[in-house]
């Protein structure tokens, strides 16, 4: 046990790390589901397609692979050298973004049509309605489930591991194999896992109340 | 009158929830054979009394009786009870999942311990008794509300209770249903199968009942038999809500 | 050796959400406990956490299991618990009428789960449940860092041997593809054979 004492300063420190992982998948994949959503509904038939075959992709393939086909065959393939930790949040970005799409997409289509029809016959062009209407509401609406994903991008990113990337569970990892007790150092990661998925989860759930439409009780 | 004839007494059954009192002090008795129907304006606590009858909701005070054993004190098992008491919702309540025939079957099986052929031959014969053998298989979704709520009586029947609860048996039913329903319900009350009744359908108690029991503030505010509780009441609530829907009649039958 | 995992793994965590689920809504205040802290465990901690605590932290208290049951239990309980909480909704669902009829004809509180309430309450988890199948069948490729011989152990083998990276990995990406399409429709059909005629219609 002493020996671990010794040990904890380096696993916290993954916690840096991880949330970094967290961070930026949450923020390109914020940013492709929105898009994706808002194609999904209003885009045309080729723009859906597309949009239907990524969203297929991202959910099919399982984490693992998709870190390991993306840092060690697309990216190279294409040119760019990219190390494991910005590989891996591009990767649980893209992957983020495809499940966000649905979460944004559920949102705004439990508005209804009528919403965007009252800020047209306002005389908002769609681009105007969809984003000073539709989507203030889409958006806080989603917060739940939201949440839900937050979770899971915590405990995925623990897949990183994989790869190499520093965050809790490689260094956990090394721990463990350095010291020949694997014991304290797994359930200590499981005990901070935990923390940290629910600890966030209810930051999100205040979020939620403190910013929640009065009398709009989640329709979704 | 020995107490052997006496299927069901009750002795002060109070009942309350944490913002009003429900039942007040309820009293009465009912003999084997005999009909009781209880009126009463809503809030009055009929729906709250049958429930305390067969213990689905235990009361907070007052005895209850089912053939001379008292159920509200020591009772080693609710369910034998409960065996004897048939209970029809307005609600139905019949199983979502199953067959109409199964609807009845199932507490044979699994309460009685009834094999399944005797179980499902009973099934058949008291869905027939109800007119609904036709429709054994169908489902509760695709069935009628007259029709689900008959079955939901053939379920009470099958388990050969010595006393039926109806609880607004009617009040959920579209008008032009109702009738199925009273007709078979008046059909049981002919075979004198003990009966208590809580319904609006005064043409029904008129008919039928030997006693109407009037609630009001979770109290029987008069009792007695159809023609004097309704043509000619003591207690002024009560000759309220008859002169109330006496006139409701007589406007529909202009 | 993917296919075997989730064969045996997804009927368990099923029976393990059932239970879970039924001690959530049914069980008195010390059952309850128990089984919610059960599920909170399970769903917080990542999947592949689990399965290196059973494999291998638990050597240390001297329980030893295989690397194939390490992989089945880890399963179970991660896939039981999420499955248990559309098991505990499903039955929150179904209307309290259903259990007072239930009572009222003397049925015992069990028979009354297992007769009338679970038939229902099941087939309302359905959807959720085959979801959580999914996700199993994705995530069992973390069974191969834990020794087992599942597709993409076997694919990081090929690649190692013969570095085609590409070609290899998307291979077993569209394979577990494959794999989940196949489960979804399945459980489609199941749905379909269970399903209560006259109350969709009705919904």
């Known amino acids: 046990m002493a020996v671990f004492a010794d040990f904890l300063p380096y696993i916290l420190s993954g ?4 949330l970094g992982l967290v961070a930026g998948g949450l923020s390109i ?28 992709f991202f959910r099919s393939i399982p ?25 891996s949040i591009v990767v649980l970005g893209l992957r983020s973004g495809a499940y966000q799409s649905q979460i944004f997409r559920g949102a705004i289509i439990s508005l209804g049509d009528t919403q965007l029809q009252a800020a047209r016959a306002l005389g ?17 609406i989603s ?5 839900n994903e937050y979770a899971t991008m915590i405990k995925d990113s623990s897949l990183t591991f994989a790869l190499g990337v520093l965050e809790i569970l490689t260094r956990t990892r090394y721990v463990a194999m350095a010291t020949h007790e694997p014991l304290v150092p797994y359930f200590f990661a499981g005990g901070l896992f935990i923390v940290l998925t629910y600890g966030g989860t209810k930051i999100v759930n205040i979020l939620y109340e403190r910013t929640k439409i009065p009398g709009l009780v989640g329709k979704l | 009158m020995t107490s052997s004839e006496i299927v069901l007494k009750v002795e002060d059954v109070e009942k309350g929830y944490s913002d009003k009192k429900v039942l007040n002090g309820v009293s009465f008795e009912i003999d084997k054979g005999q009909i009781k129907v209880i009126c009463g304006s809503s809030g009055s606590g009929k729906s709250t009394l049958l429930r305390c009858l067969n213990l689905l909701t235990r009361p907070d005070k007052g005895r209850i009786w089912l053939e001379g054993e008292e159920i509200t004190k020591g009772l080693d098992n609710v369910n034998r009870v409960r065996q004897k008491i048939g209970f029809v919702f307005q609600e139905f309540n019949l199983f979502n999942h199953l067959t109409a025939l199964r609807n009845v079957s199932i507490a044979l099986q699994v309460v009685k311990k009834m094999s399944k052929d005797e179980a499902k031959a009973l099934a058949m014969k008291e869905l027939e008794r109800v007119n609904l053998e036709n429709e054994a298989h169908k489902y509760p979704a695709q069935l009628s509300g007259g029709q689900k709520q008959r079955v939901a009586i053939a379920r009470a029947l099958a388990m050969n209770p010595v006393i039926m609860f109806y609880d607004e048996p009617t009040s959920a039913l579209d008008p032009q249903l109702i009738g199925e329903v009273l007709d078979v319900m008046k059909k049981l009350a002919k075979e004198k199968l003990t009966s208590l009744v809580v319904t609006h359908e005064i043409g029904f108690a008129r008919s039928v009942a030997d006693e109407i029991l009037f609630m009001g503030d979770g109290k029987i505010l008069e009792r007695g038999p159809p023609n004097q509780i309704i043509e000619n009441p003591a207690h002024e609530d009560v000759r309220q809500f008859f002169r109330r829907i006496n006139e409701l009649y007589r406007r529909e039958q202009r | 050796m993917t296919v075997e995992l989730i064969v045996v793994s997804v009927p368990i965590g099923v029976a393990l959400a059932i239970l879970l689920g039924v001690a959530r809504v ?12 059960v599920v909170g465990t399970f769903r917080g901690l990542p999947a592949i956490v689990t399965l290196f605590i059973i494999f291998f932290a638990l050597p240390d208290l001297g329980i030893y299991f295989s690397s194939y049951w390490s992989a089945v239990i880890g399963f179970v309980l991660v896939t039981g618990a999420y499955q248990s909480e559309y098991v505990r909704g499903s039955i929150q669902s179904v209307e309290s009428g259903q259990s007072l009829a239930a009572q009222s004809l ?25 979801n959580e199948v999914i996700y199993l069948v994705l995530y069992s490729s973390l069974a191969s860092y834990i020794g087992v011989q599942e597709m993409f152990g076997v694919a990081r083998t090929f690649n190692s041997l013969e570095f ?40």
Request: aromatic share 12%; charged share 15%.
């Open chain 1, 63 to 87: 984490l693992l692979v998709l870190l390991f086909l993306f840092y060690f065959g697309l990216f190279p393939a294409s040119g760019y050298k990219l190390d494991p930790l910005a590989c």
């Open chain 3, 26 to 37: 049914y069980g008195n205040k010390p059952i309850s406990l128990v089984a919610t802290t």
């Open chain 3, 164 to 203: 085609r990276p590409i070609e290899i990995f998307l291979t077993a990406g569209l394979l577990y593809a494959a794999l989940a399409t196949v489960c979804f429709v399945g459980f489609r059909m199941i749905e379909r054979r269970l399903r209560i005629p006259g109350l969709e219609i009705a919904k």
């Open chain 1, 15 to 18: 916690i840096v790390w991880t």
């Open chain 1, 124 to 140: 908002m062009s769609r681009l105007r309605g969809i984003f000073h209407i539709i989507l203030p509401q889409a958006l806080r």
């Open chain 1, 143 to 147: 917060l739940p489930g939201w949440s």
């Open chain 1, 29 to 56: 994949g914020f940013v492709i589901g929105l898009f994706m959503a808002i194609g999904q509904i209003y885009g045309g038939e080729e723009i859906q397609a597309v949009i239907h075959g990524y969203v297929w």
């Open chain 3, 106 to 130: 003397g049925m015992s509180r069990s028979q009354e789960i297992l007769h009338i309430i679970l038939p229902q309450a099941i087939r309302a988890a359905l959807p959720g449940i085959s």
